[in-house]
């Protein structure tokens, strides 16, 4: 079977044994998969030394084609998934820290999101596979993995879904594909939700989806989803005194940070978020299936072979988001 790889920096399409259901799990046949920032991330930043342990696509959609485990899943339905899951036990689970978990970092989908067949382990069953609407486009049903990771970066800002929370504002920095995503999250919160971009065509994009900036306000909580360290001083412009500002990206430059002063005197609070627990890819689900979140033509498509080309795109802004048909 073909399987994306990165071989000496650059990525290859190469043949492969198709992955053979020896553990309690599933086979699963891919439809497409999403290209995430964090792939772009891993392929820029890859060694020789850290290259063969990258794994390249995670926000997979697929048919299951084999399952040898006790499940509501069977043979022949269209799933989306998420490719980690942690362990619930260790000290960082309970602390609700569950991207923090060994399990976590150390489970994975195998062997690449970007392959003709990929195997999942009785835990990805469990914890993070969904059955899709088939209303849904497959390129639609591919966020389910990214809406979690903002919907938990929603959560961790202290939004609770099944309260009332439109007596709040937020302010989304950065609107390329999470940050709009993000910003959808918010409304489902019914959060009031307003984005910034330095891009005229992102800040038009998002417009059109019903998101404006207003210059003149100050914003309870600031959502950072922009890769440079620029967006900081962005935050601290227009968070209130007392608010939050939750971090969702990294940035190529490390050493600008947060003023430790400005942080103190403002009495803010500065929040990570990084990757979702099974709750929030469960809610996912429910918010993409009922299509209260609504994610249709947004992605590029390109094919298997021309996942290079989605890269190099991706990386010089040529697109908004790539799908990867396999």
């Known amino acids: 079977m073909k399987s994306a790889k990165l071989i000496n920096g650059k990525i290859q399409i190469i043949n492969t044994e198709k992955p053979v259901l020896d553990i309690k799990g599933a086979i699963i046949k891919v439809l497409g998969s999403g290209l995430c920032g964090s792939d772009l991330v891993k392929i820029k930043h890859a060694t020789p030394e850290t290259e063969n342990k990258i794994v390249l696509g995670h926000e997979v959609v697929g048919i299951i084609e084999e399952i040898n485990v006790n499940s509501s899943f069977k043979k022949g339905d269209i799933v989306a998934l998420g490719h980690h899951y942690p362990c619930f036990d260790c000290e960082y689970c309970k602390n609700g820290s569950y991207s923090m978990c060994q399990t976590f970092k150390k489970s994975n989908i195998y062997p690449a999101?970007?392959?003709?067949?990929?195997?999942?382990?009785?835990?990805h069953l469990k914890y993070t596979v969904?059955?899709?609407?088939?209303?849904?486009?497959?390129?639609?049903?591919?966020?389910l993995e990214p809406l979690s990771c903002c919907?938990?970066?929603?959560?961790?800002?202290?939004?609770?879904y099944n309260q009332d929370n439109s007596k709040f504002n937020s302010l989304v920095i950065g609107l390329g594909s999470i940050g709009l995503l993000m910003l959808k999250g918010l409304k489902a919160f019914n959060v009031q939700a307003f984005g910034f971009d330095i891009s005229d065509k992102r800040t038009k994009l998002a417009l059109e989806h019903g998101f404006n900036f207003d210059e003149n306000k100050k914003y309870d909580t600031v959502f950072l989803t922009a890769g440079s360290s620029k967006a900081i001083d962005t935050a601290l412009?227009?968070?209130?005194?007392?608010g939050k500002i939750i971090v969702f990206s990294s940035v190529e430059d490390d050493l600008k940070g947060f003023l430790n002063n400005e942080i103190y005197y403002r009495?803010?609070?500065v929040i990570a978020s990084y990757s979702p627990s099974p709750e929030d890819i469960k809610l996912s689900s429910e918010l993409l299936n009922k299509?209260?979140?609504?994610?249709?033509?947004?992605?590029?498509?390109?094919?298997?072979?021309?996942?290079?080309?989605?890269v190099d795109d991706s990386l010089n802004n040529k697109i908004f988001k790539a799908y990867i048909e396999v």
Request: glycine residues 4%.
């Open 113 to 123: 999101g970007f392959s003709e067949y990929i195997r999942v382990n009785e835990n």
């Open 130 to 143: 969904y059955k899709m609407n088939d209303e849904l486009k497959n390129d639609e049903k591919a966020f």
């Open 151 to 160: 919907l938990r970066a929603i959560r961790r800002a202290g939004f609770d």
């Open 237 to 242: 412009k227009y968070v209130i005194n007392g």
């Open 267 to 269: 009495e803010l609070s």
């Open 291 to 310: 299509k209260i979140v609504k994610v249709h033509n947004l992605s590029t498509h390109y094919k298997l072979d021309n996942l290079a080309q989605a």
